[in-house]
C-alpha cells in the first residue's frame, strides 16, 4: 500500500539556503517512499495475476511421435464453415521447436511450425478390439 505523504513547506523566515537543502532531502526521502510502496503493490499484483493467469492452465503432454489433429476452425470463414470439420489430421510430431510450438509432419511430408494450443492429441482404438467385440456378441436369429 502506498503511504501518505504530507509535504511540509518552509517558511520565509528561516534560512533560504539551508532550507532549500532540507526540503530536497525531505522530499528525496518521500518521493522513494513513495516509489517504494508503488513497486511493492504492483510486485503483489504481479504475483495476484500470474497465479489468476495460471489457475487453468496445465502442461501440453505431447511427446514426439504422438499423432495429433490440427485445430483450422479459425481460418475457415463464411457460411458453410458450420459444416466444416474443426479439426484435421492425423499430423505426426518431429520436433520440440521451443515451449509451445512443435514442428508436425502430415501423412503426405507436408511439414508445419505450430502451437501447441491449436493441436489435439489423436486417441486411435485397437481395429481388433473392435472386430473382436463384434465376433463375440452372439446376433439374436430371426425365425421365418
Do not use: W
Not at 504530507?6 to 537543502?21: A, I, N, P, T, Y
Not at 532531502?25 to 493467469?53: F, H, P, W
Not at 501423412?107 to 508445419?112: I, R, S, T
Amino acid at each position: 500500500m502506498v503511504p501518505d505523504v504530507k509535504l511540509q513547506f518552509v517558511g520565509k523566515d528561516e534560512k533560504m539556503h539551508e532550507s532549500l537543502h532540507e526540503y530536497k532531502c525531505t522530499l528525496q526521502k518521500q518521493l522513494q517512499l513513495v516509489m517504494d510502496g508503488a513497486l511493492s503493490a504492483q510486485k503483489k499484483y504481479n504475483r495476484k495475476r500470474i497465479r489468476y493467469e495460471n489457475k487453468n492452465k496445465h502442461k501440453d503432454n505431447f511427446e514426439i511421435g504422438d499423432s495429433v489433429l490440427l485445430f483450422v476452425g479459425d481460418r475457415i470463414v463464411g457460411n458453410k464453415s458450420k459444416l466444416l470439420p474443426k479439426f484435421v489430421g492425423p499430423y505426426t510430431i518431429i520436433q520440440r521447436m521451443g515451449l509451445v510450438t512443435l514442428k508436425i509432419k502430415s501423412e503426405h511430408g507436408f511439414e508445419k511450425a505450430v502451437q501447441v494450443s491449436k493441436l489435439r492429441k489423436l486417441y486411435i482404438e485397437n481395429e481388433n478390439k473392435e472386430s473382436e467385440t463384434l465376433h463375440e456378441q452372439k446376433l439374436p436369429q430371426l425365425n421365418q
